[in-house]
DNA sequence: GTTATTGCAAATGATTTGCACAAGG
DNA sequence: CCTTGTGCAAATCATTTGCAATAAC
């Protein structure tokens, strides 16, 4: 957690005049530690390790707070699962590729997109406050080799590649 | 639901082997009876209107089977119930903007975000096989006028506006 | 006749919530 | 102190599933 987040933190404690707990700094803490996706369930896991004692309930409450507070925002990834993403922080604008061979997310920038989202919706009567391109891709890797890294990654740490329970 | 839709549907039918029945047909029916989006619940009280022994389970699983078969595409609204997309077999590449005043969902195409996604996705090392773009906006009308038409609209079938139950 | 399909009710599983106790300011 | 925050366990709620009965072909 760098300090422009910890700043966007202790902005988001004060502005809600909130209490500054352990169990909470525990899952803003975890929550920035990578810039990986995460879920309740696998951000919950991480707090353990270092804090056995915070609940799920109170990782889901921070997690609530944090996406209102616009620290976190909630990405679909075609999972069953909610996926958050801690890096809209930094890149306040950035897209989501989504291969559905390994499952390998790649997160990238492109400002025309923006560009001609901005001129679509205001042609349309609206102003535009936040968007997500969301690209379900295969890897070219894979179909031009036959293999490719991630996918033998994913299966090696038993990732599961399609959605539904 | 028009003769392209029918001949989707039969072509999902036959290539899998299904048999015929009144149940199924019915939600297919009612599924593209609209040009509208909707949830599981919304399609399942539609059907019962017209078919009133069709079962919960029956909708679920015929949806799961027109979202297989690419009839039917899941959409996320930022609603906590999977929402359903009936136009992708006209508008196969359209994008939505989401009116977070009023909830409105406008659909639209623009070919210059399709091509700039398939060059990104290419200098990534991937295909592009399908990409959903989704603008949350706030009403111009709304903010310049102090009312907008939906918004009204919406509080009068009181339509909830934001997410989660 | 077989096999797929259905409706029902029970199961599932992620997320939320009520409540009594603990901790922050 | 006086609230806010917490853990726990129970509740929710959309969706899925097992199973015996029913309908396709």
Redo the contacts with the bound molecule.
């Keep these: 957690m760098n300090e422009a987040v910890q700043a966007r933190v202790d902005e988001l404690?004060r502005r809600?005049?909130?209490?500054?707990?352990?169990?909470?700094?525990?899952?803003f803490k975890e929550a920035f530690a990578r810039d990986e996706h995460f879920?309740?369930?696998e951000l919950y896991d991480r707090v353990r390790r270092t804090?056995a004692?915070?609940?799920?309930?109170?990782?889901?409450?921070?997690?609530?707070l944090m996406v209102e507070g616009g620290l976190l925002r909630e990405i679909d990834l075609g999972e069953?699962?909610?996926?958050y993403d801690p890096n809209f922080l930094n890149k306040p604008a950035h897209n989501h590729l989504v291969c559905i061979d390994c499952g390998r997310v790649v997160e990238f920038e492109d400002e025309r997109v923006e560009a001609i989202n901005e001129e679509v919706t205001h042609k349309l009567g609206f102003k535009a406050l936040r968007q997500t391109l969301k690209i379900e891709a295969t890897c070219e890797q894979l179909r031009t080799n036959g293999r490719c890294p991630n996918l033998i990654a994913a299966r090696l740490t038993g990732k599961r590649l399609r959605r539904?329970?």
Tied chains: 1, 2.
Excluded: C, F, H
Excluded at 53 to 64: K, M, P, Q
Excluded at 80 to 83: S, V
């Design positions: 404690i809600k005049g909130l209490r500054r707990t352990k169990p909470r700094d525990a899952v879920t309740a369930e804090n004692d915070t609940s799920r309930a109170t990782v889901y409450r921070t997690l609530a069953d699962q909610t996926t539904k329970r």
